[in-house]
């Protein structure tokens, strides 16, 4: 079977807890690469991999906590089958091409003749004599030849980035408000990516809504799915709720009005759930929900946090992000969404809360938020 050595990061830093990360980290891997029959073993900080079924490659790049995926060699401790598999493997990257390349040696194995600069200079030196169309760039290398010596020798050059963050599940539950929107998925992503379990909720607003609309945030989430593993996506129908605020209060409240009472639904999902705070995909921008006053209102609407992880940037940047993902192409299929169908000529952009608490109070909230919870659906959704 083929070898993947597995790098992982942050963690390692972790001190005392380092362990649970661990733990967990490879627990991940181990659900994730099981269905391709792939094998793990972690000794000495090192994680290895053996499979012959090359679509772990793109599981462990989505596995949260890894850092690089390096196909590897594994050989006897022996210079000689090393200088063998040294030249075999540069032949075949640079393919004749003139290219640089870099040896770099970590020796664990302390009993080995050789230390790390030695190994470097034999290798290096090898590979020159008999490919005469690469040199050497100890700066910016095309190839970097690394070399682990440890109970066995490892030898690698061509690696395969991995998202990195912290593992998945280790940093506690948030309930994700998921729009079929550009930001939501990607603030979903980033909350997954420092561990946080994630519980991805949608508001439609059938049959003023579609059912092509509620897919695509089924299609965001499987995407989601990818990184985490499995996830329960949970929907509620809004409209009889919309419905009755846009009959009984002032028009330019409504969408204030409509996102206290998302939060409040969120957090009666977050205390079914277990979950200690809610995500949202929230930018400060000049929409009425997303000024510092729209901000205030809604946070008054919920005893806990919420997470905001897209608040400062710009919207390139989220643009970008959601084109690394793979989730934007999904993001701007054009179906309505339950925000925009109903949406008032005027809006109070900067809202005072005694201002909004007054057109509240408009609406028998418990009993919208009672029948609104009724509708409640939980779809499991897998890659
Ligand atoms: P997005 O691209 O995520 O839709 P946006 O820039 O369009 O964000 P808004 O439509 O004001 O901004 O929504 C802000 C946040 O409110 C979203 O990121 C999401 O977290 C939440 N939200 C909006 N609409 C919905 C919905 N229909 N269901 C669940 N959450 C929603
Ligand atoms: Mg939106």
């Not at 000689?80 to 290219?99: I, K, P, S, V, Y």
Request: glycine fraction near 4%.
């Amino acid at each position: 079977m083929k070898l993947y050595l597995v790098k992982y990061g942050e963690i390692t830093l972790k001190g005392k807890n380092r362990r649970y990360f661990e733990n967990k980290l490879l627990s991940n891997i181990r659900s994730r690469i099981e269905p391709f029959g792939a094998e793990l073993d972690f000794y000495q900080g090192r994680i290895f991999v053996r499979s012959d079924d090359d679509r772990i490659i793109p599981v462990l790049q989505d596995t949260f906590g890894l850092v690089e995926i390096c196909p590897a060699v594994q050989l006897p401790l022996e210079m000689e089958a090393l200088r063998e598999a040294a030249l075999e493997q540069m032949a075949a990257l640079t393919a004749g091409r003139q290219m640089s390349f870099k040896v770099e040696t970590r020796r664990s194995n302390k009993g080995f003749a050789l230390d790390s600069p030695a190994i470097n200079r034999d290798i290096g030196g090898y590979v020159l004599k008999n490919l005469p169309h690469v040199r050497v760039d100890v700066h910016e290398p095309d190839i970097r030849l690394e070399i682990e010596v440890r109970e066995q020798i490892y030898l690698y050059a061509k690696t395969y980035p991995a998202v990195r963050g912290i593992p998945y599940g280790t940093a506690g539950k948030s309930v994700v408000l998921m729009s079929g929107g550009i930001d939501s998925p990607v603030a979903a992503f980033n909350m997954a990516r420092r561990g946080v379990e994630i519980v991805p909720l949608h508001f439609h607003a059938m049959p003023f809504t579609s059912e092509m609309a509620l897919d695509k945030v089924r299609k965001l989430v499987r995407r989601l799915s990818d990184y985490t593993g499995w996830l329960y996506f949970y929907h509620l129908n809004l409209s009889q709720a919309q419905i009755k605020l846009r009959e009984a209060c002032d028009e330019r409240y409504f969408t204030i009005l409509q996102r206290r009472l998302m939060t409040r639904l969120a957090t009666l999902l977050a205390e079914d759930k277990h979950a200690l705070s809610l995500t949202t995909g929230e930018n400060l921008a000049q929409v009425a929900s997303q000024t510092m006053e729209g901000i205030y209102c809604t946070n008054d609407a919920t005893h806990l946090p919420i997470f905001r992880p897209l608040i400062s940037l710009d919207k390139d940047d989220i643009v970008k992000q959601a084109k690394q993902i793979e989730t934007f192409e999904t993001s701007i299929l054009p179906y309505e969404d339950c925000c925009t169908i109903f949406l008032p000529a005027k809006v109070a952009t900067r809202p005072k809360l005694a201002d909004v608490l007054a057109e509240e109070a408009k609406v028998d909230m418990a009993r919208l938020i009672e029948d609104t919870w009724q509708t409640l659906v939980r779809e499991k959704i897998e890659a």
